[in-house]
């Protein structure tokens, strides 16, 4: 073999060899960090914001399995569950709590306090729940996703008094002392008076309480008491049991019962105005890449939820509703 070639082979072989042992040394001096991140499912009604915010996050790059790894704990509305879930994650030293909906997030708030757990919220009102100190500054270890809820409130109510202009009493079941209900009353009360309309308010903490509360809104002659059932943004409404006690009058005396879409036992409600709950999880991705990349949740900007329509044609046409072009072109979603 000529002597060059046999130089030029060596050489390109040292090379090679280097190139490994360069490669080698950097894999052992900068592993792949691996994140590891406790996600708090709070409602099932909401439940797929986290596969929302999973899907977001390997849109960014991180890989289930590989370089993050999930600790998925799911309940509904269940306050002892919460502080346990939360107290584990923080026990376990997780890199970043993932939450949802508001109490849960407040939940988050308390039990992360004097560690450096950064917490990343959706599904959580901001008004009048302490949560953060304000949109642009969140300040400490929070940020989030922003539910609108008494802009979305106010939509209820506008849409269903333009389905139902002859109602005069609107019943508004919800979780007695949930934090986020005052704020969505203040604005509806004034919109109510203007129109007319008289707001009958029904604290409850469970489905039986709603069933022995909703005796009172009928007459002997059986008819009932109350023109039209508003759901707003909270729990009791979309939880199972109290929804079903609450649909179940509904449909008996005719009224119409909306504001969140829901179908349990064959009984529905009439319209939802309200969020993607898989968007707004992967609203929420964007968000964790930033704090697990260095940036301080604290300093992190809130965003807000999109609102959409979703319509019971079925069910309005059933109760004798006149549906507007209007209503329907305003609708990302029909039910026929």
Request: aromatic share 8%.
């Amino acid at each position: 073999m000529n002597k060059k070639v046999l130089v030029s082979l060596i050489i390109i072989l040292l090379l090679i060899v280097g190139v490994y042992f360069f490669l080698m040394s950097k894999t052992e001096e900068e592993p792949q960090r691996v994140y590891r991140v406790g996600m708090l499912s709070g409602l099932t009604y909401a439940a797929d914001a986290a596969d929302g915010f999973k899907a977001g996050m390997a849109e960014l790059g991180y890989i289930e399995g590989q370089n993050i790894i999930y600790d998925l704990q799911e309940t509904d509305f269940d306050m002892a569950v919460y502080k346990s879930v939360l107290d584990e994650f923080v026990e376990d030293e997780v890199d970043l709590i993932f939450v949802f909906p508001t109490e849960a997030s407040q939940e988050a708030k308390a039990a992360t306090q004097g560690t450096d757990i950064p917490v990343v919220f959706t599904i959580a009102n901001i008004e009048d729940t302490g949560l953060v100190e304000s949109i642009a500054e969140p300040g400490g270890n929070m940020t989030g996703v922003r539910y609108p809820g008494p802009d979305i409130a106010l939509q209820r109510f506008e849409l269903l008094y333009e389905l139902a202009p002859e109602i005069k009493q609107v019943l508004i079941p919800y979780q007695r002392g949930y934090p986020i209900v005052a704020s969505q009353l203040e604005l509806l009360y004034p919109a109510a008076e203007g129109l007319g309309i008289t707001l009958i308010e029904l604290p409850a903490n469970d489905a039986t309480e709603v069933a022995t509360s909703l005796q009172q809104f009928t007459t002997p002659d059986g008819e009932a008491t109350i023109d039209a059932i508003l759901l707003i943004p909270e729990p009791l409404g979309v939880t199972d049991k109290p929804f079903l006690e609450l649909a179940r009058f509904a449909d008996e005396y005719k009224v119409p019962i909306a504001g969140a879409l829901m179908t349990v036992d064959g009984y529905g409600s009439l319209f939802d105005i309200g969020i993607n709950h898989y968007k707004t999880g992967e609203q929420a991705a964007p968000l964790a890449d930033e704090v697990l990349k260095g940036t301080p949740a604290g300093t992190v900007m809130v965003v807000s939820s999109e609102t959409f329509l979703k319509f019971n044609l079925d069910l309005a046409q059933k109760l004798g509703l006149e549906v507007s072009e209007g209503i329907l072109e305003r609708a990302e979603e029909i039910i026929r």
